[in-house]
């Protein structure tokens, strides 16, 4: 299944990450749609625009969007059209083979720094928990509800799994911080 990732830069901090960020996030999107697009029975090809931000965007969005004053880590914003839908362009039929644009991602490098060295995980173990978290929702996941919370946690855990990337809830449950 295609998925189309537009990046975009508002913290030149995330160019200068140890790892190579924009093929990383595209395999942590892939493996995602993967395991996942089947149970929500949506089909591709799919686009998701990434936002490498910092936390001052962060604050400002979160208020925006969720009324809190603080920065977050990782923000989804969804669009609600329907895949595969035809729709007019000035007279023109958007074919099938379009991509379905998913959504936003918007990620904050100084709270996603800070909360991996508090959990004592490397950046890029938690970024890659925080991409598949972002894009979960997305595809329609939450975490309002104790069930919806298992539900979602477990495929995080599958997905990181298959990424040979630690349960990022062990590491939760031994030092008792929660911020997803």
């Known amino acids: 299944m295609k998925i189309v990732t537009l990046f975009d830069y ?6 200068k990450t140890l790892f190579d960020l924009e093929p990383f996030t595209q395999v942590c999107f892939e493996k995602t749609v993967h395991l996942v697009a089947p149970v929500v029975k949506v089909s591709g090809p799919f686009e998701i625009s990434c936002l490498f931000s910092e936390d001052k965007k962060m ?3 979160n208020y925006q969007y969720r009324g809190k004053n603080v920065p977050t880590n990782v ?3 969804g669009y609600a059209l329907e895949p595969g839908v ?5 007279g023109r039929k958007i074919s099938h083979e379009a991509p379905h644009i998913l ?5 904050s490098f100084e709270t996603i720094k800070e909360e991996a060295q508090v959990q004592g995980k490397t950046f890029q173990d938690h970024f890659a928990h925080l991409a598949v978290h ?8 939450d975490h309002k509800n104790d069930e919806e919370a298992a539900l979602m946690e477990g495929l995080e855990q599958k997905i990181l799994s298959e990424l040979s990337i630690p349960d ?5 449950e031994e030092t008792g911080l929660r911020h997803v």
């Not at 959504?103 to 990620?107: C, Y």
């Not at 972002?134 to 996941?141: A, F, I, S, V």
């Open 10 to 15: 508002e913290s030149e901090a995330w160019k």
């Open 59 to 61: 604050k400002l969005l």
């Open 75 to 77: 923000l989804s914003f």
């Open 86 to 90: 035809f729709e007019e362009d000035e």
């Open 103 to 107: 959504g936003d991602i918007v990620f």
């Open 134 to 141: 972002g894009l979960l929702h997305l595809l329609g996941y």
């Open 168 to 172: 990022p809830y062990q590491v939760i």
